[in-house]
């Protein structure tokens, strides 16, 4: 075994500490391959200090370094930096990225990055057989769908155009234990003890992938893959048993919207007698009588859905697929049930007049949404169908520059695809979000403090 394995969480720049979900999925994959691995998780280390831990873990031999990168907040700037410090201690060591942005640019990330290799897609069979055939001498591992590298200026490999982890069944992928999550690697008392300090639940992944095709989003994988509900609880029994929090959020997109897997998740729980609370994100089409009376009765505190917009022709144009006249009935529905709602809308499109900003003001006073939600700039993002428009009309014109100077995304205008005057449409952006943002509540150990001010 001639090369280490590292796998390296760099920290965002971002108001919030979360825990890397891919790093506990890719640390649970390498144990199941037998791999040995070391994980540097440097968001828990004094900002300060970070350099000198990084420097002190990476060892002077060769060894190969696997990070994660999310577009914005500045994180691309911060991988290649901790990069360029590990060839700095030896040339020689193997750099690959993983992850949303990577996925959605491998080329243009592999021209100009500090990386030899990039992984396309999902990582739970690819690193390990990545790793084991450079183990193997072989530095151009072709066979393996989704590593990509640069060979004398040309890049090689092939992008995997359907979910590859997972057995079909149905329409959909079962994902299997390789796609659980070990969190022996982090420190999880600082995980937490911020979670406890702020309120706030523990992210958890139900399913991956989304049936929808809004141009505004990236897909990582094609096609819906789930965990068994007996997968799901055992994670949540571990955090529930090891950590004594029973707040979860189910931070994929469909959890509640695949009603199969949901009905058997209630069965299941009420069998094993498990008590926690949970929000959970879906289309809003997708709520009825029936998940709204299973979830109040089994601890469904908030649906986080998207409205995105309150006027339909601009629905009609982002193929959102929803009839804004039936959202208003949804929204009733989860009221009647006394289930909470978090609710998301964006403004920016390019047609989008003030008299839109105005209706949005008026539907979310009308539908008790204050203080309930979540409101984004139109921002493209690398890989989606937005971005690639703006890179023909010219509104991009150098895609590394841009993606290095993705600042605070969603949150930060970036493009104004409107007629509107940027102070018009930043006026209305600051005005709704003041309506609608929900409060949130910022730690009060130095330990977190320091992070996050050193931030923003
Ligand atoms: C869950 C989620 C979140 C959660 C993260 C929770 C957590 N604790 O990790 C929350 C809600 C916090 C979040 C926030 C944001 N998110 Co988000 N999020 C997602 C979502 C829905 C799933 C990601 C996930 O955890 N998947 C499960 C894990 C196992 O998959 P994974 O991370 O992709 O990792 C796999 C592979 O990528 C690969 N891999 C990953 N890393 C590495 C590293 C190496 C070395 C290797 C070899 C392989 C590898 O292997 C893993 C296992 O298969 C995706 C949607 C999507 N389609 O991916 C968006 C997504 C990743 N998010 C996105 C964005 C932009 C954000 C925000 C920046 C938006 C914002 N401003 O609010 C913020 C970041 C804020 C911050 N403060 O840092 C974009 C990224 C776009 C891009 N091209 O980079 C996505 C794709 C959404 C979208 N469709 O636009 N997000």
């Not at 799901?232 to 090891?242: F, H, K, T, V, Y």
């Not at 009733?332 to 008299?355: H, Q």
């Not at 007629?419 to 949130?440: C, G, M, S, W």
Request: hydrophobic share 40%; with cysteine.
């Amino acid at each position: 075994m001639p090369y280490d394995v590292f796998i390296v969480n760099v920290s965002r720049k971002s108001v919030q500490v979360q825990l890397p979900i891919w790093l506990t999925v890719l640390a649970n994959t390498l144990r199941l391959h037998n791999i040995d691995f070391d994980a540097i998780d440097l968001v828990p280390v004094d900002t300060a200090d970070r350099e000198r831990v990084f420097r002190e873990r990476i060892p002077s031999k060769p060894a190969i370094i696997g990070f994660n990168i999310m577009a914005g907040n500045d994180q691309i700037n911060q991988v290649e930096k901790f990069a360029g410090i590990a060839l700095d201690i030896n040339p020689e060591h193997i750099i690959i990225y993983g992850g949303a942005l990577p996925s959605s640019m491998p080329e243009l990330l592999l021209n100009n990055c500090k990386c030899a290799y990039i992984l396309v897609g999902e990582g739970e069979k690819a690193f390990p057989a990545f790793i084991r055939s450079i183990w193997a001498g072989n530095f151009r591992p072709d066979n393996i769908p989704g590593i990509f590298y640069r060979l004398n200026g040309s890049i090689f490999g092939i992008k995997p155009d359907k979910m590859i982890v997972g057995a079909r069944v149905n329409n959909m992928y079962q994902l299997t234990a390789l796609s659980a999550s070990n969190y022996e690697s982090l420190d999880m008392e600082f995980y937490i003890k911020y979670l406890k300090e702020t309120n706030q639940s523990f992210d958890i992944m139900g399913s991956r992938g989304c049936k929808g095709n809004c141009s505004f989003c990236h897909k990582l994988v094609q096609g819906i893959g789930v965990k068994s509900p007996d997968m799901i609880l055992d994670e949540m029994a571990g955090i529930i048993n090891n950590h004594d929090l029973d707040r979860f959020y189910f931070v994929d997109e469909n959890f509640l919207e695949i009603k199969a897997l949901y009905k058997d998740f209630i069965v299941k729980k009420q069998r094993l007698g498990m008590n926690f609370t949970y929000r959970g994100q879906c289309r809003i089409d997708a709520i009825d009588e029936e998940i709204c009376s299973l979830g109040r009765d089994n601890g469904l505190a908030v649906v986080a859905t998207g409205i995105e917009s309150v006027n339909q022709e601009t629905l009609n144009r982002v193929s959102k697929g929803i009839r804004i006249r039936d959202v208003e009935g949804k929204l009733a529905l989860l009221r009647k049930y006394g289930i909470g709602v978090s609710a998301n809308f964006i403004v920016g499109f390019p047609w989008d007049t003030e008299k839109d900003y105005i209706d949005m003001i008026d539907f979310i006073k009308r539908n008790g949404l204050e203080k309930k939600g979540k409101l984004s700039y139109l921002t493209p993002s690398p890989g989606t169908r937005l971005w690639r428009e703006c890179v023909n009309n010219g509104q991009i014109k150098d895609e590394w520059e841009f993606i290095k100077s993705l600042g605070n995304l969603f949150f930060e205008r970036t493009i104004n695809f409107t007629k509107l005057p940027d102070e018009v449409l930043d006026h209305y952006f600051n005005e709704i979000t003041a309506l609608i943002q929900r409060p949130v509540t910022y730690p009060k150990s130095d330990t977190y403090l320091e992070k996050l001010s050193s931030l923003y």
